[in-house]
């Protein structure tokens, strides 16, 4: 929601400003400028990135518009799930929560967590991790550094999404220089037709540059800067899984694990102890 009131409001500040210095606006639609700068960034994007890469900037994109963020009413429940299902395994023995692992869609426990479920990356890091602990055998460091292993490659598979939108943004400034240049040599083509024609293709050439700065610093950096944030948010939920589990598998009741994972929550979303513990034992 934000990047869409962030576009609206870069665009009315160029617009307003535009016009308030007596600008027409029809001098800023220089198709052929568009055509050369939206070209460019585009074919260097394929250059660039391999299919697989570009897949997940075009999936990413739609997300950072509508990013799917987990609020604290969210680490809430994803806590009380796992509170709820380690006290099961503390009671009956860790086999007993077998069924909930293999079919978490299915599990009166975790299926209550809707976003949980939902969230098929983070369900299967989590079961996934908890069959290796089930299956016995590996000490909780170990569990640990498997753990670290498999957010470490999320992690590193993340990582050029941001950083690929954030070259083209880089090059957009060097890319409007580009279509200017081609725009002064149609103006020095055609000097010999008049000022009149002359200056239609000299503001055509600066409206070039002017688009490359533009789209750069007021929307492709941002969108690359949006999106790295939502991944760090990413992480920061696999990180508080990975707490969770730990802290469990070390031989911590469940209410203390679930209050370790709860310190890795960043502060915006966090809830305090006394919400976590009201919460996981049904009082609110």
């Not at 009671?91 to 975790?110: C, F, M, Q, V, Y």
């Not at 992480?235 to 070390?250: E, H, N, P, Q």
Request: glycine letters at 8%; charged letters at 20%.
């Amino acid at each position: 929601m934000f990047v869409i009131i962030g576009i609206a409001v870069v665009a009315f500040g160029i617009v307003t400003g535009f016009l308030l210095a007596g600008g027409n606006l029809l001098l800023l639609l220089q198709w052929s400028e568009f055509i050369v700068i939206g070209g460019a960034a585009i074919g260097s994007l394929l250059i660039s990135a391999p299919i697989s890469l570009l897949k997940k900037i075009l999936a990413e994109i739609p997300k950072a518009i509508s990013p799917d963020h987990f609020s604290k009413k969210d680490y809430l429940e994803l806590l009380k799930s796992f509170n709820d299902l380690f006290l099961v395994a503390q009671r009956d023995g860790l086999l007993a929560i077998e069924k909930h692992i293999e079919n978490p869609t299915e599990s009166d426990i975790l299926s209550k967590n809707k976003k949980f479920i939902n969230n098929e990356v983070t369900r299967n890091f989590f079961c996934d991790t908890m069959k290796v602990m089930l299956s016995g055998g590996i000490p909780p460091h170990e569990l640990e550094n498997v753990i670290d292993t498999e957010i470490e490659t999320y992690e590193m598979e993340l990582k050029p999404v941001p950083a690929s939108i954030a070259r083209v943004g880089d090059s957009l400034p060097g890319l409007g220089i580009v279509a200017a240049v081609l725009g002064i040599i149609v103006t020095m083509s055609s000097i010999d037709k008049g000022a009149e024609v002359v200056g239609h293709h000299v503001a055509a050439a600066l409206v070039g540059t002017f688009l490359g700065v533009l789209l750069a610093y007021g929307f492709i950096n941002p969108l690359a800067a949006n999106i790295e944030h939502n991944m760090e948010n990413k992480l920061r939920l696999f990180v508080t899984v990975k707490a969770c589990i730990v802290s469990y598998a070390k031989g911590n009741p469940p209410i203390i694990a679930v209050e370790i994972a709860r310190r890795t929550i960043f502060t915006d979303d966090r809830p305090t102890f006394t919400e976590l513990e009201n919460y996981v034992r049904g009082k609110s």
